[in-house]
């Protein structure tokens, strides 16, 4: 009878230890959602391209290509460098999804991008963006890390 109460301790002990933390999980991926913000805002494109993966893709304009970090690295800080945000914000609060055993998420976010072309007096025209975008993390080493973006948008 001992062994039976025991082995269904360990069983009962085990599913606990491999069912992912839904909730801590979902904090982190907000977490890195914010951080991204601040990495436009900041024009540090350095940081914000490490959090892509070794095999990021981006699925953008009809196209799907799967730049080198070297390559994400160029075309955002060339990007940063040319605008100053006015707005980088949620329009609505992210959707975020899990893959069962908590090793993928996905984020659904809409939001509101506002820039202005930097070098441009202050009457320049803003560009006002709506976006739609999927990212998709998946877990590396303990550590999230952005596998694909799919984005559209809506002027």
């Known amino acids: 009878m001992n062994k039976i109460i025991f082995a269904g301790f360990l069983l009962f002990s085990c599913n606990n230890i491999l ?3 839904f909730e801590k999980s979902k904090n982190e991926i907000l977490q890195l959602e914010a951080m991204q913000r601040e990495y436009h805002f900041n024009k540090n494109a ?4 490490r959090m892509f993966s070794d095999n990021f893709l981006s699925i953008n304009r009809g196209e799907i290509n799967q730049p080198t970090a070297e390559s994400s690295f160029k ?6 460098k040319s605008v100053e945000f006015v707005k980088w914000d949620d329009k609505e609060k992210p959707i975020v999804r899990f893959s069962d055993d908590g ?3 996905w984020v659904a976010v809409n939001k509101l991008v ?3 072309p930097r070098g441009k007096d202050a009457s320049a ?9 999927l990212t998709i993390y998946k877990k590396e080493k303990n ?3 952005i596998d694909c973006v799919t984005s559209t ?3």
Do not use: C, H, Q, R
Request: proline letters at 3%; charged letters at 25%; a negative charge.
């Open 46 to 49: 350095k940081d914000f391209t």
């Open 19 to 21: 069912k992912p933390d």
């Open 153 to 155: 948008n809506a002027n």
């Open 125 to 133: 025209i803003l560009d006002t963006t709506n976006f739609a975008w």
């Open 103 to 105: 090793s993928v998420a």
């Open 114 to 116: 506002i820039v202005k």
């Open 143 to 145: 550590e999230w890390k």
């Open 75 to 80: 075309m955002f800080d060339a990007y940063f």
